[in-house]
């Protein structure tokens, strides 16, 4: 069995697929906070995993915990972001200073639309846009707060503004109240940035995933879809 993990600032994302399994067809998946790694290597553990690949984002000491959570044997492979992988080519100028997870990212959204041009959004602690060509190289993207950044960052600097989290349904675009008008403000930041980037890059196709996908997808007018865990599905690509 293999396992892929998508370390992150705040959640920890894994899988366990089966030998042959298609991209996303898991026979197990979670998310846990870094606070729980234990749990999730209790089932890693009966699982019988043979192989794991792991996309680290959140620092050493999530990695050398991470190493020590796996079962023991476990051929493990720590994914770095490399000059070409899968059938993607990195174009950034320093092709190894690419977050792991976003080259994973762009993996996946390639290898679920490949010879389109695409964005790929990935919506989480920091929200991150990504332009990837049809002929298959990545060209570059933008990095901005996420969602609850945003809206926090107002009200750590703001002495009468309230800390407000999205709730189930949009708020009007013009809030009459100071809380929607903040959320409108923060879904209206995320949501521009990401058709901003598929206007200029010409794309035919927008993916969209992690945490705070729910809450951004619904107010965005390019046509898009949700695809959840993208990076786990870019590790399962490039696994293959």
């Known amino acids: 069995m293999l396992l892929l993990v998508d370390a992150g600032n705040?959640?920890?994302?894994?899988?366990?697929?089966?030998?042959?399994?298609?991209?996303?067809?898991?026979?197990?998946?979670?998310?846990?906070?870094?606070?729980?790694?234990?749990?999730?290597?209790?089932?890693?553990?009966?699982?019988?995993?043979?192989?794991?690949?792991?996309?680290?984002?959140?620092?050493?000491?999530?990695?050398?915990?991470?190493?020590?959570?796996?079962?023991?044997?476990?051929?493990?492979?720590?994914?770095?972001?490399?000059?070409?992988?899968?059938?993607?080519?990195?174009?950034?100028?320093?092709?190894?200073?690419?977050?792991?997870?976003?080259?994973?990212?762009?993996?996946?959204?390639?290898?679920?639309?490949?010879?389109?041009?695409?964005?790929?959004?990935?919506?989480g602690t920091a929200t991150t846009v990504d332009a990837i060509s049809a002929d298959g190289r990545f060209i570059g993207g933008m990095i901005l707060p996420g969602l609850a950044l945003m809206a926090g960052s107002l009200a750590r600097n703001t002495a009468q503004l309230p800390q407000v989290t999205p709730g189930a349904a949009p708020p009007p675009l013009f809030g009459d109240n100071t809380d929607d008008a903040i959320v409108s403000g923060v879904l209206s930041a995320q949501a521009g940035a990401i058709e901003r980037a598929c206007i200029a890059h010409g794309a035919s196709e927008c993916i969209v995933s992690g945490g705070a996908a729910p809450y951004i997808a619904p107010v965005l007018k390019f046509a898009h879809r949700v695809v959840d865990n993208i990076v786990l599905v870019g590790l399962h690509a490039a696994a293959a």
């Not at 092709?95 to 919506?123: E, K, M, S, Y």
């Open 10 to 123: 705040t959640r920890i994302k894994w899988a366990i697929a089966a030998p042959g399994a298609a991209l996303g067809e898991w026979t197990l998946h979670d998310a846990v906070s870094h606070a729980g790694l234990d749990g999730a290597a209790g089932a890693w553990r009966r699982a019988g995993v043979a192989r794991a690949i792991v996309s680290n984002v959140a620092g050493t000491d999530l990695r050398e915990r991470i190493a020590q959570a796996l079962p023991e044997g476990v051929q493990v492979e720590w994914f770095a972001s490399t000059p070409a992988r899968a059938g993607l080519r990195n174009g950034y100028r320093n092709p190894g200073q690419l977050g792991c997870d976003r080259f994973a990212a762009a993996i996946g959204a390639r290898a679920l639309a490949p010879g389109r041009n695409l964005v790929v959004a990935t919506c």
